[in-house]
């Protein structure tokens, strides 16, 4: 199975602070990459698809980049309603495996 | 509006079975793959199985093959999940997914599974 390291497994930053997440892909799995962020008691919502493809609807604060096979989540000024659990999520091969997740919270 | 309704959670006891349901609208239901995703209380996504958009396809953990289902009805845009033989780790939230291609793109609000005596 592929594994999905996501790091920090949580973080604390300011509004307007840059934030980034990381997923270290233990393979190659091209762009088969996305993201999700998770609020409290609610269902996951998609960002970003194919690495760094921005889903309808999701601000643009948010993007997405590759480096190899290290895989980044980028909001560029934290918003007070960015704060949840992200996650990302492999689909170059099954089983499809996810993150462990990078809780993030307002300071 | 992309809607998605898990229904058929609960309380059930171990190797005990039961079958989830979910109820799409908005979008052509038969253009679309599927999945279940499962998330254990405080834990986080896991994936459990996917289906074509036409049923001919199907793809399970390993950890629930054997024992689950994952089927379609197309006529009345609902996906269905059978649980056999439940063990305690299968206690979860279990959402239903709309998976286009490889990812899964709406979410249903989930329903809960609990396996215990």
């Known amino acids: 199975d592929i594994q999905m390291t996501q790091s920090p497994a949580s973080l604390s930053a300011s509004l307007e602070e840059i934030v980034t997440i990381t997923c270290q892909a233990s393979q190659d799995i091209g762009n088969w990459l996305a993201w999700y962020q998770q609020k409290p008691g609610k269902s996951p919502q998609l960002l970003i698809y194919?690495?760094?493809s921005l889903a309808d609807g999701v601000p643009s604060r948010f993007s997405g980049s590759r480096s190899g096979t290290q895989y980044s989540l980028k909001i560029s000024r934290l918003q007070v309603e960015d704060p949840g659990i992200y996650y990302c999520l492999q689909g170059y091969s099954a089983p499809w495996t996810f993150g462990g997740g990078t809780k993030l919270e307002l300071k | 509006e992309v809607q998605l309704v898990e229904s058929g959670g609960g309380l059930v006891q171990p190797g005990r079975s039961m079958k989830l349901s979910c109820a799409a609208s908005g979008f052509t239901f038969s253009n679309y793959g599927m999945a279940w995703v499962r998330q254990a209380p405080t834990k986080g996504l896991e994936w459990v199985a996917t289906?074509?958009?036409?049923?001919?396809?199907?793809y399970y953990r390993d950890s629930v093959k054997g024992r689950f289902t994952i089927s379609r009805d197309n006529a009345k845009s609902t996906l269905y999940l059978q649980m056999n033989s439940l063990r305690s780790e299968d206690t979860a939230t279990y959402y239903c997914?709309?998976?286009?291609?490889?990812?899964?793109?709406?979410w249903g609000p989930g329903t809960m599974v609990t396996v215990s005596s």
């Open positions: 194919g690495a760094t």
């Open positions: 289906i074509s958009y036409d049923g001919s396809s199907t």
């Open positions: 997914t709309r998976a286009p291609y490889w990812y899964f793109d709406f």
